[in-house]
């Protein structure tokens, strides 16, 4: 048996700083009901919290979690309930109500935890970079990295190991590039990205022209273009436009392994969730959520604040605002409909052939069907 | 908000050579209609083309486009009839005609903007070559490559960073691997192979036998081969076979994030889409088309000039030159019909149930079914 | 034509030792029907191999290929009937029954060809390893590996080229990762763990707290736990958890481009086979079989030995023992029978609409329904 115990980022020489509930409802701009005194050191699930950790809930699924949590506190919604909740007498519940629940967890779990310490700024002197790169203030550049001709690194970026930025790419600044990224050439990336492992940004779009029954490769000579605040996640693609740029828009949020085909034009603050692909020169509008596994065939638009659930097929334009499910994609109500029917079919083809055979009874054989 | 300004690979020192319009006809055997002494510099888009763009049309759904575009050249269809298109007197149209305007317009980016640049031969000094190792002549090895014993390397490879050759694998001539890939030991790639970043040849195929409740793994000793002219997408994995060889044939093009099992034999000029899956043991013809997130079971065969629309599930053998789709995979007309009806499903379900009654009506109560 | 000859990993310096029938028969203990004396020298496919080839059936699908094998040897299921066998006289089948051929025939593999040799124990001079970092005796690190501050490398672990270990993770004993793979910062690594190319182990969990239209990125302070025996394929993601840690349990094999999302539970000797994924906060049992492209919704309960068909969508818990497939994934010979009648479903919607049109004869026009 594997050592599953409980482990945090947290090194041994990092001290978490204790801080009351009260303070921590301060930051929050919520409301203490119980003892604001307690003194919480770290952010934990409800299920394994402890008197010294602060938890939350924001869904009413796991509202019954409250009466058996030892969390020493937890951010609970404002509009939530929770008088029902029994509890034992000497292990009175301390919450925080706040408006925003899960935002306000995470407000504190920046300030318990704060974000990844990088390395200090350095540049390796294992790493490669072509003399006509620019690098910016501060970065930390690892050992292993390349940065090709005409780079221009933004201030402040952190380059981990392995990463190699192609010819003429750009960075804004406050990039962090995750080990083994490759940035291809001529690519630009906005400011603050968060790339994760293994990403490919830029490479060839998949373009071929088939001749005389030989596919002869389309040179993809335009770029990608990453807005600023977004996010990719480890090993997901986005290729590079055939001629023009492939789009991702400011604040969008890519998980692993999704591909991004060539020339498509993504809005801004999309949620695209891991393993979805999108064909070439598709859009779509801003606020778009695609579920894992959702996948878009080319030359499709999709309009803004459209929510597609997970392993969807969208075939066809969608229009602004819509909810959207199954293959190929349809509303997502009727979608559930759907699919809860068809565990239904086998059921119904036998109840059709008993209602046909009761219309044989009534109406006698029928000439243009073999009885 | 991010600059979305459109952006080419072209580095500003690389100045791009104006062509006319009849010198670009001559070129890709067409015929100009229009004004043929144009000067053109560029490919674009036809949304985005100006006077000095070229641009193309091949498929009649954007036909509409040539009435608005301000392309000074459009490649078109010999066959499409665009004398309906409506231009305004002073912005009348250029056009090449040409049989295949697909392949035309490739020929005509191969012209002007050709295929990327790659660094000149070097080996960098920073990378790892094994003694026994044979290296051809003029090759770019980028920092940070390795390359392992016994290894053979055709003329002209280019080899970007990170890229790892493990022992004994051998690349044909003008192969270009980019940054990440890793060939794994005893693969052989043939000539003129493109693997984009972080592609996976020859990793263990996924073959463990079961016993007594643990999985055992079993030595996965064959190889991968690739055949001439293939590309791999990033990201992509294809798996070493557990004994011979994993094939992929010549001129066979995989898109990003595929993953193609041990022991496939994967045929020519075979169009495999991103994020398709392929299990162990399967075999396809020549010029067969997986579109996106296909999935294929294993030990199956699928003949030539197959065709399967996107998120198939071919659970079973396809004969040659069948269009097929759905899970599972089915003729793609029927397939066409089935998930069209598959709207309609509680609707007719209501209908069934409205016809039950009225027989219930017509034929009195039925005793094996409650009323 | 890529010269497609059967390739083994045998370099041309690795000399096989010959073996006779009877000899293997004992190292698996099997009874030999035959030719004891025959001298083996490989494993190898049934339909490919020779006089001194040995290769296994497990299946009875592939039964009537033991009429046309050139194997020296065949293992085969003592259970098997093999009698009704046709053999030229001249060409008798020698073959080892065994209760378990397929695991029989691994032990022989394992005994012939062995494990993947790797390259003596060395700490290259060309990778970064930090000075607090601890290394175990008898390693391999290739060049280009780093290796962060506070992080513990088991004994005889090898990590080939550009493998990054981030501030603070530990490996156990007798691991090995290809090149290129990513652990994150405070990732823990089972003993005996095998990872494959490009794989991310401990990237940030898929985590946004979208608040005023921004998605506000929390931080992922959890980490990765692998138990031991784990094996993880090529370009696999395993996010790291939130908060707490996302576990694999020992002896879980997972195969490639999958993800894992944050604060999964996966239970002990699962088998997740490619591109598989799996959402957020999900647990399974042990001994759970998801298929290829399987997806599954996030907060799902999987119990003890589910096995889910390949492209299986689960958006619900599944109790223990379960065989389930389809979207939404349902017992599995229900999903057979749906499935089956899919095909049939146009016919069904004529067969209703004939139904109608003889009621309407019968009954008569319908008021609520126009004719």
Redesign the interface.
């Known amino acids: 048996?594997?050592?599953?115990s409980?482990?945090?980022?947290?090194?041994?020489d990092k001290t978490l700083t204790a801080r009351t509930v009260n303070e921590l409802a301060v930051h929050i701009g919520g409301k203490v009901i119980g003892d604001g005194q307690r003194r919480i050191l770290r952010?934990?699930?409800l299920e394994?919290a402890g008197p010294t950790d602060i938890s939350f809930v924001s869904n009413i699924k796991y509202l019954s979690q409250l009466s058996t949590t030892s969390a020493g506190c937890v951010v609970v919604d404002s509009k939530l309930d929770y008088q029902s909740i029994q509890r034992p007498a000497n292990a009175p519940l301390t919450v925080i109500q706040v408006d925003?629940p899960?935002?306000g967890?995470?407000q504190i779990?920046?300030l318990i935890?704060?974000?990844?310490s990088h390395p200090k700024p350095l540049i390796?002197p294992?790493c490669?970079i072509a003399p006509s790169a620019q690098i910016g203030a501060d970065c930390y550049i690892?050992?292993?990295v390349?940065i090709g001709e005409?780079c221009k690194i933004g201030d402040r970026c952190i380059l981990?190991?392995?990463v190699?930025i192609?010819?003429?790419a750009e960075l804004g600044a406050d990039c962090v590039l995750?080990?083994?990224v490759?940035v291809?050439?001529?690519c630009?990336i906005?400011k603050r990205v968060?790339i994760?492992?293994?990403a490919?940004i830029g490479?060839?779009g998949?373009g071929?022209?088939?001749?005389e029954?030989?596919?002869?490769?389309?040179?993809?000579?335009?770029?990608v273009?990453?807005?600023?605040d977004v996010?990719v996640?480890?090993?997901?693609?986005i290729?590079?436009a055939a001629?023009?740029?492939t789009?991702i828009?400011?604040?969008t949020?890519i998980?692993?392994?999704v591909?991004v085909?060539h020339?498509c034009q993504i809005g801004r603050?999309n949620?695209l969730?891991?393993?979805v692909?999108i064909?070439g020169s598709s859009t779509t509008g801003d606020?778009v959520v695609l579920a894992?596994?959702v996948?878009v065939?080319g030359h499709i638009r999709i309009g803004d604040r459209v929510r597609a659930a997970?392993?969807s097929?969208i075939?066809s334009d969608i229009e602004s605002g819509r909810d959207i499910g199954?293959?190929?994609a349809?509303d997502f109500k009727?979608a559930k409909?759907?699919?809860l029917?068809?565990?239904?079919?086998?059921e119904?083809?036998k109840?059709?052939r008993?209602?046909?055979a009761?219309?044989a009874?009534?109406?006698g054989p029928?000439d243009k069907?073999p009885s």
């Not at 935890?113 to 990844?116: L, T």
């Not at 071929?208 to 001749?211: E, V």
């Not at 273009?225 to 600023?228: A, K, R, S, T």
């Open positions: 048996m594997p050592e599953f409980s482990a945090v980022r947290e090194p041994a952010c934990c699930g394994s925003d899960y935002y967890f995470r779990m920046v935890h704060g974000m990844r390796s294992l490669d690892a050992p292993f390349t005409n981990y190991s392995g190699q192609m010819t003429g995750y080990p083994n490759a291809y050439d001529f630009h906005g968060i994760q492992s293994g490919a490479c060839d998949y071929f022209a088939t001749h029954g030989v596919h002869h490769k389309i040179p993809q000579v335009g770029n273009i990453l807005g600023d996010e996640g480890a090993n997901t693609v290729e590079r001629m023009e740029s789009l828009g400011e604040g949020k998980g692993n392994n591909v085909g020339n603050h949620l969730v891991s393993q692909g064909a606020y894992g596994q996948g065939a997970a392993q097929g075939t199954g293959t190929p349809m009727l409909r759907v699919y029917q068809l565990f239904q079919l086998p119904l083809a109840r059709l008993a209602a046909e009761k219309l009874d009534i109406h029928d069907q």
